[in-house]
C-alpha cells in the first residue's frame, strides 16, 4: 500500500480502504451486481405484470403487438446488441491500457445508443402518436388500425392496456440508456484526462455492466411486445 | 488485479451469436407456431442471448463465486415473483368459486 501512496503526483489508483488492487476491483464488482439485482427487481415487476395480463387478455395483446412496427424493434435490437460489442470492447481498452482505443470505443457506444433512441423517438413513439395508439393521452385507433383490431375481435381497452406495457417498459427502457448515454459521456471525459490505467478501471467497468444489463432488457422486451403476434 | 482480459476474438463471437440468434427469433415469428407456444420459444432465444451477454460480455464466466451468487440471487428472485404470480393467475379457474353467497344476500334483500 505504501509503494503506491509514495509516488507523488501521481493518483493514487487504490483507495485507502482497501487492502490491495484486486480487492479493490472485486468490491466494485461486486456492488455493481448488487445494484443491478435491484433492477432485475425494478424491471422484473413490470415483466410480472405484462405476464398477467398477456394471459388474461391473450388476442388482444396479440393484435396489439401487430400494431408496433417489428422491423424497428429488429433494427433497434442489431444497434444495441453492437453497443454492447464496443462498450465491451471499450471495457478491454481501459485494462490493457489502450487510453486511445477507450475513448473511441466510447465515443462509439454513446452514438450507437443515440441511435437507438433517435429511432425509437423519431420513427416509432411519433408514428404511434399519429396513428392515435398512444394509451391514456390519445387512443382512438382509426381507418386500418381500427379495422385491424375489430378484425382480430378484441376490446379496444384490452388493446389500449397493451400500449400501456408497451410505453411503460420500453419508456423506463430508455431512460435507463439516457442515464447510460449521460454515464459514458462523463467516462469519455476521465478517459480523456488520463483517469484511467490498467490498476483502476473500476468505474469503466461498472458502466460496462449498467450497459449490459439495458441490453438484456430490450432483448426480452423485442420478442415480448413486437413478435408476440407474429410477422407475417 | 485488473480482472481477466478477454480475447477480442471471442468478443466478435458472441456478437456474431448474438445477431445470428436476433436473426432466428426474427425468423421463428413468421413462422406459425401455435400459441403460446410462439413465445415459448422466442423466450428461449431470449433466454440464451441474455445468458450470452451475462457470460462473456459482463465477465461473469472469469469471475469469484460471490459475484455469482449475487448474479444468480437477482434471477432467482425474479423466478419467485413469476412462479408465485403465474401459481396463482393460471390455476384459478381449476376450482369454480362458490356462488352461494350470491344466492343468499339476493334473497335475504327482497
Redesign the interface.
Same mark, same amino acid.
Given at each position: 500500500m505504501s509503494e503506491h501512496q509514495a509516488t507523488s503526483g501521481v493518483l493514487n489508483p487504490l483507495a485507502h480502504q482497501f487492502d490491495d488492487l484486486e480487492q479493490q476491483h472485486d468490491a466494485s464488482y461486486f456492488g455493481m451486481w448488487i445494484f443491478l439485482a435491484t433492477e432485475i427487481m425494478f424491471f422484473g415487476g413490470m415483466f410480472a405484470g405484462y405476464t398477467i395480463y398477456r394471459h388474461e387478455y391473450f388476442s388482444a395483446f396479440e393484435a396489439g403487438s401487430r400494431l408496433l412496427d417489428w422491423r424497428f424493434g429488429a433494427a433497434n435490437t442489431a444497434v444495441l446488441i453492437c453497443s454492447s460489442l464496443t462498450m465491451a470492447l471499450a471495457v478491454r481498452a481501459a485494462q490493457t491500457g489502450q487510453r486511445k482505443a477507450l475513448i473511441t470505443f466510447l465515443l462509439l457506444t454513446i452514438v450507437l445508443g443515440m441511435a437507438f433512441l433517435g429511432i425509437k423517438f423519431t420513427f416509432e413513439w411519433t408514428r404511434d402518436w399519429h396513428e392515435h395508439i398512444v394509451p391514456g393521452i390519445n387512443f382512438a385507433p382509426q381507418g386500418e388500425t381500427l379495422k385491424h383490431l375489430q378484425d382480430a375481435k378484441v376490446a379496444l381497452p384490452h388493446v389500449e392496456l397493451f400500449m400501456f406495457f408497451y410505453f411503460a417498459m420500453t419508456g423506463f427502457h430508455a431512460l435507463h440508456m439516457i442515464v447510460g448515454i449521460g454515464l459514458l459521456t462523463v467516462l469519455t471525459i476521465m478517459a480523456k484526462q488520463g483517469r484511467f490505467s490498467p490498476q483502476r478501471f473500476n468505474p469503466v467497468e461498472g458502466s460496462g455492466l449498467y450497459w449490459h444489463f439495458v441490453d438484456i432488457v430490450w432483448i426480452f422486451l423485442f420478442p415480448l411486445l413486437y413478435l408476440i403476434g407474429g410477422t407475417h | 488485479?485488473? =480482472?481477466h482480459? +478477454?480475447p477480442?476474438k471471442t468478443? *466478435?463471437t458472441?456478437?456474431a451469436l448474438?445477431?445470428g440468434l $436476433?436473426g432466428l $427469433? &426474427?425468423w421463428v !415469428?413468421? +413462422? #406459425?407456431i401455435e400459441?403460446?407456444w410462439? $413465445?415459448w420459444v422466442?423466450?428461449a432465444?431470449?433466454v440464451c442471448? !441474455?445468458t450470452l451477454?451475462?457470460l462473456?460480455?459482463? #465477465?461473469v464466466k472469469y469471475?469469484?463465486n460471490? &459475484?455469482r451468487i449475487? +448474479?444468480v440471487? =437477482? *434471477?432467482f428472485?425474479?423466478a419467485i415473483?413469476?412462479t408465485l &404470480?403465474?401459481s396463482d393467475?393460471?390455476t384459478r379457474t381449476w376450482i369454480p368459486p362458490s356462488t352461494a353467497w350470491q344466492t343468499t344476500t339476493i334473497e335475504s334483500s327482497r
Amino acid at each position: 500500500m505504501s509503494e503506491h501512496q509514495a509516488t507523488s503526483g501521481v493518483l493514487n489508483p487504490l483507495a485507502h480502504q482497501f487492502d490491495d488492487l484486486e480487492q479493490q476491483h472485486d468490491a466494485s464488482y461486486f456492488g455493481m451486481w448488487i445494484f443491478l439485482a435491484t433492477e432485475i427487481m425494478f424491471f422484473g415487476g413490470m415483466f410480472a405484470g405484462y405476464t398477467i395480463y398477456r394471459h388474461e387478455y391473450f388476442s388482444a395483446f396479440e393484435a396489439g403487438s401487430r400494431l408496433l412496427d417489428w422491423r424497428f424493434g429488429a433494427a433497434n435490437t442489431a444497434v444495441l446488441i453492437c453497443s454492447s460489442l464496443t462498450m465491451a470492447l471499450a471495457v478491454r481498452a481501459a485494462q490493457t491500457g489502450q487510453r486511445k482505443a477507450l475513448i473511441t470505443f466510447l465515443l462509439l457506444t454513446i452514438v450507437l445508443g443515440m441511435a437507438f433512441l433517435g429511432i425509437k423517438f423519431t420513427f416509432e413513439w411519433t408514428r404511434d402518436w399519429h396513428e392515435h395508439i398512444v394509451p391514456g393521452i390519445n387512443f382512438a385507433p382509426q381507418g386500418e388500425t381500427l379495422k385491424h383490431l375489430q378484425d382480430a375481435k378484441v376490446a379496444l381497452p384490452h388493446v389500449e392496456l397493451f400500449m400501456f406495457f408497451y410505453f411503460a417498459m420500453t419508456g423506463f427502457h430508455a431512460l435507463h440508456m439516457i442515464v447510460g448515454i449521460g454515464l459514458l459521456t462523463v467516462l469519455t471525459i476521465m478517459a480523456k484526462q488520463g483517469r484511467f490505467s490498467p490498476q483502476r478501471f473500476n468505474p469503466v467497468e461498472g458502466s460496462g455492466l449498467y450497459w449490459h444489463f439495458v441490453d438484456i432488457v430490450w432483448i426480452f422486451l423485442f420478442p415480448l411486445l413486437y413478435l408476440i403476434g407474429g410477422t407475417h | 488485479m485488473s =480482472g481477466h482480459i +478477454v480475447p477480442q476474438k471471442t468478443y *466478435f463471437t458472441i456478437f456474431a451469436l448474438l445477431i445470428g440468434l $436476433t436473426g432466428l $427469433t &426474427t425468423w421463428v !415469428a413468421s +413462422v #406459425h407456431i401455435e400459441p403460446p407456444w410462439n $413465445t415459448w420459444v422466442a423466450l428461449a432465444i431470449a433466454v440464451c442471448k !441474455a445468458t450470452l451477454v451475462i457470460l462473456f460480455f459482463m #465477465h461473469v464466466k472469469y469471475s469469484s463465486n460471490l &459475484t455469482r451468487i449475487a +448474479v444468480v440471487a =437477482g *434471477f432467482f428472485w425474479l423466478a419467485i415473483l413469476l412462479t408465485l &404470480t403465474l401459481s396463482d393467475i393460471l390455476t384459478r379457474t381449476w376450482i369454480p368459486p362458490s356462488t352461494a353467497w350470491q344466492t343468499t344476500t339476493i334473497e335475504s334483500s327482497r
